[in-house]
């Protein structure tokens, strides 16, 4: 099973962009879902999570209030709808996926993973 993330691209700070991830086979089951980003010379850093319910989610800190994470079940296909870029958000953003119930904030949590899509976001 693949994740295929898509919807990244160039913008301009204060912009949005809405980042999709469906895996290959719709029939793949995961108990949740997430997104990382990683950002050149940094480590990858969590970004946010949903179970595959949709009742629980969990956003990072850091974009608390700007970035939102959903999921279109039918789709079997999670969104993270990003709001108000700044530069700082620059990197290739991850989707990922566990198919056991574990923590959400490490990427030791998770058994599969998209290939990235990337953000730049310029001043």
């Known amino acids: 099973v693949q994740l295929q993330a898509s919807g990244g691209g160039s913008v301009q700070a204060g912009a949005s962009l809405r980042l999709s991830c469906a895996p290959s086979?719709?029939?793949?089951?995961?108990?949740?879902l997430g997104w990382f980003r990683q950002a050149p010379g940094k480590e990858r850093e969590f970004v946010a999570a949903i179970s595959v319910t949709g009742y629980s989610t969990h956003v990072a800190d850091s974009v608390k209030g700007r970035f939102t994470i959903s999921i279109d079940r039918a789709k079997n296909t999670i969104f993270l709808q990003m709001n108000s870029l700044q530069p700082e958000d620059t990197a290739v953003y991850f989707c990922?996926?566990?198919?056991?119930?574990?923590?959400?904030?490490?990427?030791?949590?998770?058994?599969?993973w998209g290939q990235g899509t990337e953000v730049t976001v310029s001043s």
């Open positions: 086979e719709p029939s793949f089951s995961s108990y949740a």
């Open positions: 990922a996926a566990q198919t056991l119930p574990r923590g959400l904030k490490f990427y030791s949590d998770y058994d599969y």
